[in-house]
Nanobody, 124 residues
Framework: QVQLVESGGGLVQAGGSLRLSCAAS????????MGWFRQAPGKEREFVAV????????YYTDSVKGRFTISRDNAKNTVYLQMNSLKPEDTAVYYC?????????????????WGQGTQVTVSA
């Protein structure tokens, strides 16, 4: 079992930055690929980014490439999402996810462990 707790959301103006954090329980954090998803009002939950257990591999959805950076600190059992140049369309609840398989985080989300989410609101 993995328990995930997100933090760092808030209200920011367009063009601003936020850093989300996700703290994970357990002693096997480094064995999990970690990802971020988001869900805007009235829309499906969508994949944002994923990072492998060793940080060797990352993958982003096209709409955030060059603006968002996913990273992790295995000593702190924490994964981060640095979000720069934020746009109003980035407004959503952001969820942290964990899975043993790097590809599985994105392609098999029903197998993921999930956090409770943190709200990000970007004003125009």
């Amino acid at each position: 079992q993995v328990q995930l707790v997100e933090s760092g959301g808030g209200l920011v103006q367009a063009g601003g930055s936020l850093r989300l954090s996700c703290a994970a329980s357990g002693r096997t954090f480094s064995s999990y690929a970690m990802g971020w998803f988001r869900q805007a009002p009235g829309k499906e939950r969508e994949f944002v980014a994923v990072i492998s257990g060793s940080s060797a591999s990352t993958y982003y959805t096209d709409s955030v490439k060059g603006r968002f950076t996913i990273s992790r600190d295995n000593a702190k059992n924490t994964v981060y999402l640095q979000m720069n140049s934020l746009k109003p369309e980035d407004t959503a609840v952001y969820y942290c996810a964990a899975d043993k398989a790097f590809i599985g985080v994105r392609l098999n989300p029903h197998n993921n462990y999930w956090g409770q989410g943190t709200q990000v609101t970007v004003s125009a």
